[in-house]
């Protein structure tokens, strides 16, 4: 946000202070000296244990077990991708570990797991919990546990064990929920009155600060300090937290005297704070933040995305704003999907967050549509309109290459931002200034136009040789011809001469931007698409230690589809015909080592007892690592049939396939047999492989005779 003058705490302001703070404007109730509620956090529990590789003397496994069972996988990752339906049982997105343009991680909530087919990370909730978040096993499991309402058992006690060292994330999330919640009492505080007015001021009540968690830090040198030191955290966990600055005396308060805002994550938790000066006498910067630590990394961190999520989600458009304040008048105006950088410009990281959650995923995004829509989704950019705006304009401009979604740009003519647009002309006037935005390319272009004087030959060239440049950087080759064209009316110039200038500019940038040479629209020459969202070199090493058989392989195709149906619908195909195949049966050798799992688990009679879920869990504990990746691919790979309804015959014409297979491979065998036997000398011989072809042949018949009825 641009700085803004210093109100005077004087006239109306003055009115307002004190437990009885009311604005003048867009208030909906009043400062009361009731104390705030602390937002909703993940559990607290310290959990400084070991991953479940060595839980035996750590949390209870049916605990983990039942953990696992009732965190809900499409919620909880959900929360990070915006997913979408991929055929029956299976869900969609944006990977959230790798760069991407196409969707290619997959969930199969029936089986609990998740598996991206582009970078082959997977895995079951916990796993998704512990790399989304970086978290140790037992931090994700107490972490869902909290969320689902498990109260945890230990092996080695009745409770968890305060074990941690400084800075692991489960003590810094505690230390910023407390200070958070330190903040808030302290804005009703009478000291607190600075930090009401200003609030009061730019309209903004008490049920508004409590919505968004707003806060206010004491002028003294310790006050957070022993508040923290009283609840049991340690020198070392402060300073990890960036609550806290190193003196020559010691640590002391990071943040005095400032009104404070929390900034969270997209769970909700605070992960560190904003800070706004309140006093004259205050020398330090206007806006003072969290620190880098293990949980704050501002190049990640977006403020409001906590309450911005869903609605991003479902409407398909960010709104990105320059300030706290903006981001408060924004939802407050009905603009729900307003997010702002914390101290930095909106980077790369920002954009893969913002795809994620847009679900910016089609090749035909960036389209806007008669009706004012995108297809595609929108980011709009909102900037102040002076020179600093622009600037931040065109940075954008560059960011605008890495998303399939139009990008826009809202700029308030007389130069307000959200915040002072509210309280100067009401909700209404923001939700117009969003609606009124206009696409990021024809800003970028005037803008670069407005610095040069079109009235003369000289400027125009001019202002062609700096135009051109931006206009071939345009990533939709079908856009730019047309942006020429705007251009050329934009100079008043003959538009064969700027079309040629603009394809003269894209020669001298390579043919094409690098953010477009980065683009992962186009494949490899010679690779295939996998069939499952993914694409691999055809007989490619999978990763995990076996050798992928090409898609086009008949027999290895329906030996995988059989293998994804075992895993995935287990309860719907007959044990026998499972449970009785030989070791033999897969000929791939991948797929025949996830078969030798799902012997080892119990095989079909097993899974008869258990949930979906659990039968894939019991598999994966008998499999080594590179088969462990295999099973996890399996169960969650979507599947051609997309009807509800013909799911059961589905699978069984799948299992009927492969068993038949099997009994014809037999039946070759029996016959080859059968010609190197001699009816006379080897009687006995010939006619028991004479008996075995027939009913070789019988079993055959009526696999296929079933399959027919059915």
């Known amino acids: 946000m641009l700085p803004r003058e210093r109100r005077r705490l004087s006239g109306q302001a003055r009115k307002l202070e004190g437990p009885d703070v009311r604005s003048s404007r867009v208030h909906r109730g009043t400062w009361t000296t009731r104390r705030p509620q602390a937002a909703t956090t993940r559990s607290s529990a310290a959990s400084g244990t070991p991953r479940l590789d060595d839980v035996a003397g750590l949390i209870k496994r049916e ?120 903040f808030a009492e302290q804005l009703l505080s009478p000291e607190g009155a600075a930090g009401r007015a200003f609030l009061a001021e730019r309209s903004f009540d008490r049920n508004d600060a409590l919505h968004f968690g707003i806060g206010y830090a004491p002028k003294g040198w310790d006050g957070l300090l022993k508040h923290l030191r009283g609840k049991g955290f340690t020198e070392a966990e402060l300073t990890a937290s960036g609550l ?84 408060m008048a924004a939802h407050l105006s009905g603009v729900t999907t307003a997010v702002a950088t914390c101290g930095t410009a909106f980077g790369s990281d920002h954009v893969r967050f913002a795809r994620r959650l847009v679900g910016d995923t089609s090749a035909g995004g960036g389209v806007q549509l008669a009706g004012g829509g995108s297809s595609g989704g929108e980011i709009i950019f909102t900037f102040d309109g002076d020179a600093a705006g622009q600037k931040a304009a065109m940075r954008a401009f560059g960011e605008d290459q890495k998303f399939y979604a139009q990008t826009f740009v809202a700029v308030e003519p007389s130069g307000m931002d959200p915040c002072d647009l509210r309280q100067a002309r009401g909700p209404q006037a923001v939700q117009a200034l969003v609606e009124g935005r206009q696409p990021l390319f024809e800003f970028v272009i005037k803008t670069t136009l407005a610095t040069y004087d079109l009235d003369t030959a000289e400027g125009r060239v001019a202002a062609l040789r700096a135009a051109a440049p931006v206009v071939a950087g345009i990533r939709d080759t079908a856009l730019r011809p047309e942006y020429a064209r705007m251009l050329a009316g934009w100079l008043g110039m003959d538009g064969e001469s700027v079309l040629r200038a603009v394809q003269s500019a894209g020669r001298g940038q390579g043919g094409q931007s690098s953010q477009q040479r980065g683009n992962d629209r186009g ?27 090409s898609q086009s392989d008949p027999i290895a195709r329906l030996e995988r589809q059989t293998l994804e149906v075992i895993l995935q619908y287990p309860h719907h195909i007959p044990a026998a015909a499972v449970d009785d195949l030989p070791g033999d049966a897969f000929t791939v050798p991948a797929w025949r080592a996830v078969h030798e799992a799902i012997r080892a688990a119990g095989g079909l009679a097993t899974a008869a007892q258990r949930q979906d879920s659990e039968w894939v869990g019991l598999i994966t504990e008998e499999c080594s690592p590179p088969v462990l990746a295999l099973v996890n691919e399996l169960s969650v790979a979507p599947l051609p049939e997309d009807r509800p309804g013909a799911i059961d015959d589905y699978v069984q014409g799948v299992v009927r396939a492969f068993v038949e297979l099997g009994i014809t491979r037999k039946i070759g065998n029996a016959r080859s047999r059968l010609q190197r036997l001699d009816p006379v000398t080897e009687a006995e011989a010939y006619n028991q492989a004479f008996t075995d072809l027939l009913t070789l042949e019988q079993q055959r018949r009526e696999i296929r005779e079933q399959g027919a009825r059915d």
């Open 63 to 182: 605990d983990v077990d039942a953990v696992r069972d009732k965190a809900r996988i499409e919620e909880i990752v959900g929360e990070q991708v915006t997913l979408r339906p991929a055929g029956v049982g299976s869900m969609k997105g944006l990977c959230p570990f790798h760069d991407e343009r196409s969707p290619s991680f997959h969930v199969r909530p029936q089986v609990g797991r998740w598996h991206c087919f582009g970078c082959n990370e997977g895995g079951d909730v916990i796993s998704f919990v512990q790399k989304i978040d970086g978290l140790g096993f037992s931090e994700a499991v107490e972490y869902l546990a909290g969320r689902v309402g498990i109260q945890l058992r230990y092996e080695e006690g009745s409770g968890p064990r305060r074990t941690e060292e400084p800075g692991k994330r489960q003590r810094l999330l505690e230390a910023n929920r407390i200070a958070g919640a330190y």
């Open 523 to 549: 494949r490899p020459s010679g690779t295939e698409q996998s069939g499952d969202g993914g694409s691999r070199l055809p007989g490619a090493d999978t990763g995990d230690g076996f050798q992928r058989p």
């Open 244 to 327: 806290v600055s190193q003196g020559n005396r010691g640590i002391y308060d990071r943040f005095r005297g400032r009104l404070i805002w929390p900034i969270r994550d997209v769970t909700g938790e605070t992960i560190g704070f904003g800070a706004r000066k309140l006093y004259d006498e205050d020398q330090g910067p206007k806006y003072l933040n969290t620190p880098e630590t293990a949980l704050y990394k501002k190049s990640q961190v977006l403020y409001g995305i906590d309450l911005a999520k869903r609605d991003i989600a479902k409407n398909k458009q960010i709104v990105v704003v320059e300030g706290y304040t903006d981001v």
